[in-house]
């Protein structure tokens, strides 16, 4: 950078900012004068304001830099700026700012002076902005080129003798703060040759700390680098670290932590560790740890005893390192003194090191099963040439899948093991190489990629586009009720809570298929028929206000409970399926044994009176969408690769919401788990229905068991969903349930979250419900070896286990437990035919189509919701017809069942007779998909189809044959845009297992490159913010959703979603994934509590309000709205133009650091996550951004 180039656009720059004048702001006259004044040369310094004045000065310096004035002025000018910079925040803001060039001046200066003390006033400038600035300003400096200035300036200082110590204590510091986030700093330091000029000065002088301490800390930067790291250790670094750090003392504790700090990261590398064990070191660690322990009464060294354990972590990477560790009586010391900490709370991270070291030194064991591979195979039409399922296919059959040959080995995968201990954390800094950081790819480019012609195949789903309503009814816009005309079979309905009526039981034996209710687009029918309603005076409004369910407390339980005929009707039926067609051609099903005797009473005296006070959300009444003989029918013509021939009670009972909150688990401390009595009879498992997932159970103590998860279909991998039955329980004995073969390396188990389980006696005594249930819950990685095949190629990792004790509430109940609340392909079908024969068709334009056939035959169902035209007349019909299109999808990953509750929220009340739910329909058409792998939910998978893939992951380039979901869902929406009539929202539900709330991921380019650290080009991105509008709609309406958690950033690892492809290549602006919890809230209405299938129904249904005021936002003159949601309206406009910190891209886990990094998906769960360093800082909308955008509010004030 030469001072001459730097000098004449500096000071081009400086003087436009000393003018300019900001075009979206209104000044008032006040305001005017006032920059009026700041121009005229005569006024004196003290009446500017500072913003000029730092202008004024760093002009200043640019021009005694340009002419290489004295440097008396340079040092008068630079001390003036350091008062301003150490006084005045507004004054650092200015100088870091997006177009300043005040960081080019001062390198430029910095570069080119000679005398020390401006040297020293631009060190300590440089120090003040770095320091309170966080993340921005440091990468800020760094793209200013300031590591390499100061690099150059560390080596020129080093050739006096001796070293100016102030000016070395300055230099260290701030390249110990600005490294971390250059991506070459390692490479630059050692070209630079500032290694050996670092260590030289921490060994001349160790008696110097307050030299020694900056030193130290750079020291740790440059062993990030994996070079520096080894080159440092053959110049006896480590050795050197360990005349630093030793037994308990009350001085110099800061320098003992950052040299241990430095050992830890020093370590990480195998030469180092090596040269560790060789030199007796890990004893050494050891015994000072357990001399810090001892001494340490008061905890006041915590970080000093966890740095000791880090650097035992780093060298138990080795296999040396562990059998040293072994061999000193590592296991016996951890155990000991991990016991002494667990009293005390802010000793945790203490404990879960020691643990994370004591099971990696642990002996691996191999996971009792002869292969990985799934239980069941699915021959695939085609196999793909690359990939895991083509390796999973070229697999030799005798090469053993379960463990490496050698799995103890040095080249251990750390895994998730290099947690963060602070925002500067080595580890941190560069997890945003995902962010996309090409232009040209980042702006959407719609490209159909099929030809008119071939889209012409999806004319048919879209009737709506030219049907002329000729044979329809449409004299009457008059909402009706909803009237049933068949008779309800049972007493267990969903999802209404209100009095049920007692009706005759149905028979569950062998039934006759019944007649397919036919379609709307039957030519020979075009109405629907009516469902009756369990009681007459049912409510035809399914609001979002939920309504109190009167006389539904616990004193009422008995009233909707099964007569105790059902039992006798529900024994199993006999097994008549055989293999082949036979099974899905009217084949017959059974319920699971009932292991219960009989129906247990319940006295009305001995319930308690918490449930009552608990029961504080109401369960809305409304129409009923379980019918469990429909359900048993629907079963019979779903196709399994297993071959299902059992109906799981719960899927056969249905689920209704409990009547009381369930707050989420908390953890108690010092307890590390409840003992399990010996005694006890052998439980009884089983997982052949729907949805099902359990390979394995090992009875390893009486009443404790280890359970095996089968992986997906045609892959070796995706263990986390289970739902199995359980059965011949003994009442009040504690069971202990151990699911170990896990693999994310972190859960929501660990911060509340409990799995949930459903009581066939409970739901006969009329509590139908899943509950979360357990304790001592713990997730934590175990001692059974995963082989390179089940870990994608890397070695040495681990799987994880899910443990959780039960006391079941009754004996020989049936019982199920699932990781969240199962919702299969049948429930699906069920409540599309529910909802289908229960709308008004003069009044709802209902579809229930097919998009495709599954690659096992099922069907992907297709629904369009829209209202019927107001008559058959061209201009109704041309209303009717150029209504903008919703675009919808959920399920596309089967164990995330929460996505397809949100929509059955979002179905039901797109078909109530709310009028709001009537002007949204009048608003808009929904092409919903509500299942998208339907193969993957049937089987029991957790994230692949029975293509053994992330169908999430196909969307860029889908496979019909393989992908026909993903194909055919695409195509729907490429024929859209090739007749012009693109989506104004795309929105795939999804769910989240490491993350609290419900909240969205979208697509913006300006906040993708802002991510980059290139502030310059995201300056010149033009972009319309309309895609925040939504989301922040319904921050305001949802009670679940938290706009803070949302992320707008495109990544590269997520280029082949749904999401990116839509915005993309369909060119979709609004284009969301929606996330909600598997656990809980922790903030809102429902803080504290962990989330049910109420608050996920009531999400969804938040959604299409959302969708309404977003209508109501973008074309207000179109669209007239009831008074009563227009208060809303500019109530929500007056409170975005008061946002002051704008919602950025946050992926920073919301829960305390555990054993493991979080590593939270942008995109759903199993995917490794990109977590942002913290030198990215916040994206900060202009103030026209941050209104509610997409020139909607310009349009919201029209007359």
Known sequence: MRAGSVASRAAAAAAAAASAVPATRIICSYEMKKLKMSKLKVIPEKSLTNNSRIVGLLAQLEKINAESSESDTARYVTSKILHLAQSQEKTRREMTAKGSTGMEILLSTLENTKDLQTTLNILSILVELVSAGGGRRVSFLVTKGGSQILLQLLMNASKESPPHEELMVQIHSILAKIGPKDKKFGVKARINGALNITLNLVKQNLQNHRLVLPCLQLLRVYSANSVNSVSLGKNGVVELMFKIIGPFSKKNSSLIKVALDTLAALLKSKTNARRAVDRGYVQVLLTIYVDWHRHDNRHRNMLIRKGILQSLKSVTNIKLGRKAFIDANGMKILYNTSQECLAVRTLDPLVNTSSLIMRKCFPKNRLPLPTIKSSFHFQLPVIPVTGPVAQLYSLPPEVDDVVDESDDNDDIDVEAENETENEDDLDQNFKNDDIETDINKLKPQQELGRTIEDLKMYEHLFPELVDDFQDYDLISKEPKPFVFEGKVRGPIVVPTAGEETSGNSGSLGKVVMKENIPSRGDEGEKKSTFMDLAKENIKDDRTLQQQPAPGFTAETKKDCSLPLTVLTCAKACPHMAACGNVLFEGRTVQLGKLCCTGVETEDEDTESNSSVEQASVEVPDGPTLHDPDLYIEIVKNTKSVPEYSEVAYPDYFGHIPPPFKEPILERPYGVQSYAIPEEGDILKFNSKFESGNLRKVIQIRKNEYDLILNSDINSNHYH??????????????????????????????????????????????????????????????????????????????????????????????????????????????????????????????????????????????????????ESNYYEHLCQFRNRPYVFLSARVHPGETNASWVMKGTLEYLMSNNPTAQSLRESYIFKIVPMLNPDGVINGNHRCSLSGEDLNRQWQSPNPDLHPTIYHAKGLLQYLAAVKRLPLVYCDYHGHSRKKNVFMYGCSIKETVWRTNDNATSCDVVEDTGYRTLPKILSHIAPAFCMSSCSFVVEKSKESTARVVVWREIGVQRSYTMESTLCGCDQGKYKGLQIGTRELEEMGAKFCVGLLRLKRLTSPLEYNLPSSLLDFENDLIESSCKVTSPTTYVLDEDEPRFLEEVDYSAESNDELDIELAENVGDYEPSAQEEVLSDSELSRTYLP
């Not at 969240?820 to 229960?838: I, V």
């Not at 495709?852 to 169902?861: H, I, K, Q, R, Y």
């Open 720 to 869: 986390q969903w289970f739902y199995f039955e359980v059965s011949g329980m003994r009442l009040g004995v504690a069971y202990r349930f151990n699911i170990i073969n896990c693999e994310k390396s972190n859960s929501q188990f660990n911060y509340g979250m409990q799995p949930l389980m459903y009581s066939v006696q409970e739901a006969l005594n009329g509590r139908p419900w899943w509950i979360r249930m357990g304790i001592d819950i713990c997730y934590y990685k175990n001692h059974f070896s995963r082989s390179s095949v089940a870990a994608g190629g890397q070695k040495g990792k681990s799987y994880y286990t899910i443990t959780f004790t039960v006391n079941f509430p009754h004996k020989d109940d049936v019982c199920y437990f699932a990781y969240h609340y199962p919702y299969t392909y049948s429930t699906l079908q069920m409540h599309l035919q529910k909802l289908e024969s229960a709308h008004n068709p003069q009044q709802i334009y209902f579809r229930k189509d097919v998009l495709c056939e599954t690659l096992s035959g099922n069907t992907c169902p297709l629904v369009t919701i829209t209202a019927m035209p």
